[in-house]
C-alpha cells in the first residue's frame, strides 16, 4: 500500500518561512517524479514545484526564488522548504509522486501565512 504523508505546515507570518516534508512507503521513491500542490477552497489544484526522478526541478512562477524543493531518496521524503512567505501562499500544500500512469496523493498540510 502506497502512503504519502505530509508534515510541517503550520501558522506562520508574512516574511517567514516553512519546511514541508512528505514521508512516503510502498513505492520505490528514487523511480518517481515527486510534486507539491496546493488548493485553495474553490480553486484547482495547481502546481507549486516537482522534482524528478533525476533531480530536475521545475517551480510555478508564482514561487520561483521562494521556494526549493529537494528530495532525499534514502529516506524516501520530498521536502518544501518556503522562505519568503506570503499571505496568498495560504492553503493545504499536498505531496504527490508520479511515474507513468501511477499517481498518489497526500492527505494534506495546512499553510497559513498571517500576522
Known amino acids: 500500500q502506497v502512503k504519502l504523508v505530509e508534515s510541517g505546515g503550520g501558522l506562520v507570518q508574512p516574511g517567514g518561512s516553512l519546511r514541508l516534508s512528505c514521508t512516503t512507503s510502498g513505492l520505490i521513491f528514487s523511480t518517481y517524479r515527486m510534486g507539491w500542490y496546493r488548493q485553495a477552497p474553490g480553486n484547482q489544484r495547481e502546481l507549486v514545484a516537482h522534482i524528478t526522478s533525476g533531480g530536475t526541478e521545475n517551480y510555478a512562477d508564482s514561487v520561483k526564488g521562494r521556494f526549493t524543493i529537494s528530495r532525499d531518496n534514502a529516506k524516501n521524503t520530498v521536502y518544501l522548504q518556503m522562505n519568503s512567505l506570503k499571505p496568498e501562499d495560504t492553503t493545504v500544500y499536498y505531496c504527490?509522486?508520479?511515474?507513468?500512469?501511477?499517481?498518489?496523493w497526500g492527505r494534506g498540510t495546512q499553510v497559513t501565512v498571517s500576522s
Open positions: 504527490n509522486s508520479a511515474l507513468r500512469s501511477y499517481r498518489y
